[in-house]
Structure formats: structure tokens, C-alpha cells
């Protein structure tokens, strides 16, 4: 699943008339980053939720990328090393509720569009090089773990970060070091059931609910993994940081 459904207040003006998931970024939108990212690991279809402005992520993307979807995203498949296709679903919790349902209800939301078991991420993320590893996947299907984090080294914007990281690879709701939330995860269905979330599948009443909380239950219970990832990363949620990020490189 990827997240773009919030309206990117810090990035107004430029939110005003645009997505942020469609800013560019080095010359592509930002969410096609992940993408093909996705793409490149064999991924076949992804849930993307929408409000601000969705008319534009779905002209932009359409809901197939492959040979036969005339969409910005298929050309650029068909130049990379590893050709493959994505089925884009949408979960338009705008059109349907008026407004975006925060992270966890937006889960929720989509649940019954997601695998038993999926990945998150943002869409205004940009982690070039991230790659969502088909063996981590199966680690994580084959463990008891509810969720599995990636954690980042702490940016400026975030200097006390989210949560900490034990020796065996547990997420840590305290610790002496915390790290912050990269906003990628692989997640299971039972972490958005009770006892940790209550609202039921596919949200049909349109409740919003964050995500943390339940992670921390969660984490309580030590039932949420986590590793730290030292890759490029950036959470575009500034003009600054969208700027800086495409200055030519020296």
C-alpha cells in the first residue's frame, strides 16, 4: 500500500494546485520512486490511497502500468533492466468520506484490497535506493511478528526520533537511542484487529485513526521487528527539502 492521501500543508503553495506524491523529484514524480522500486522487485499490484487532488494521481498513473496502460510511469518500465508490470487499485477516501482517514484508517480502509500479509510505504518518501526484497518478505511471513519497521538515522526535523531498536532486532517503544520511522513496514492484517484496532475491515464508517498507537501496543507485546537502514533517505515535507533535493549534482 502507498500512502497519498495527505494534503501537504507544509508544501503549500506548491500542494495547492498539485499532489504532493506528483512533485517532481529529479525529474519524476516523487511517488514514482517507489514504484519502481516495487516494480523492480517483482511487486504486481499496489494499493495507493487518494484525497487531495486525486483526479491527478489517477490521470497521471491510470490503474495498470504495463505494456497495454498509456500512463507516465510505463515508459520508463520498459527502459529499465527489469521489465515488469504493476495493477494500481485505489482507495479514494476523499471521494468516499470527504477526507483522508490518517495512516491506520487508511489501512483499514484498504484491508480487504491487501494481501494477508503487504508492505507500506509513503508516497513522499524519496529512498532511491531502497529495495523491497523479496527475502525479507519471506522472513517476515515465516516469523509471528506483526509488523516490521525500518528504521532511519535521525534527520534534523526529527531529533528525538520514534522508537528505539534492542540487540535482537525488536522495535522499542523506550530505549536510551531512538531512531525514526522511515515509513516503510510489512505489515500483517492482525495488527489492524483486536486487540490493537477495533474498527472494522474495510472502515465503513469512515473512522480515522492513527498508526502509532497501535504499533506501540503492539510493541508492548514485542510483537514488531525492526532494522535500521542507512541509505539515502528524505521526507519531503518542505519546499526546502524538495529544493535541495533537486540542486544539480556537483
Not at 35 to 44: P, S
Not at 98 to 127: M, Y
Not at 212 to 223: D, E, I, S, T, V
Amino acid at each position: 500500500m502507498l500512502l497519498a492521501a495527505g494534503r501537504g500543508e507544509r508544501m503549500r503553495p506548491l500542494t495547492d494546485t498539485c499532489p504532493k506524491p506528483l512533485l517532481p523529484v529529479r525529474g519524476k514524480p516523487l511517488m514514482q520512486w517507489p514504484l519502481e522500486a516495487l516494480a523492480r522487485a517483482g511487486v504486481a499490484e499496489v494499493v495507493v490511497n487518494t484525497d487531495w487532488l486525486a483526479d491527478q494521481i489517477v490521470a497521471n498513473f491510470g490503474d495498470e502500468i504495463g505494456p497495454q496502460a498509456p500512463s507516465l510511469l510505463t515508459s520508463l518500465l520498459h527502459k529499465s533492466e527489469h521489465l515488469s508490470s504493476l495493477r494500481l487499485q485505489y482507495s479514494h477516501e476523499g471521494r468516499d468520506f470527504g477526507g483522508a482517514l490518517e495512516t491506520a484508517g487508511g489501512i483499514v480502509r484498504a484491508l480487504p484490497q491487501l494481501a494477508e500479509v503487504f508492505w507500506v510505504l509513503a508516497g513522499d518518501v524519496f529512498t532511491p535506493d531502497f529495495v523491497f526484497s523479496p527475502d525479507a518478505l519471506a522472513r517476515f511471513v515465516a516469523g509471528d511478528k506483526l509488523a516490521h519497521l525500518w528504521l532511519v538515522p535521525n534527520p534534523s526535523h526529527n531529533p528525538k526520533g520514534d522508537f528505539g531498536l534492542s540487540e535482537a532486532g525488536l522495535a522499542l517503544n523506550q530505549a536510551e537511542q531512538r531512531f525514526t520511522y522511515s515509513t516503510i513496514g510489512l505489515y500483517r492484517h492482525d495488527l489492524f484487529a483486536p486487540p490493537f484496532c477495533d474498527i472494522p475491515p474495510g472502515n465503513p464508517q469512515g473512522l480515522k485513526a492513527t498508526l502509532a498507537p497501535l504499533l506501540r501496543a503492539a510493541m508492548a507485546q514485542g510483537r514488531v521487528s525492526a532494522e535500521l537502514y542507512t541509505g539515502a533517505w528524505t521526507d519531503v515535507g518542505t519546499p526546502e527539502r524538495l529544493a535541495a533535493l533537486n540542486l544539480p549534482n556537483p
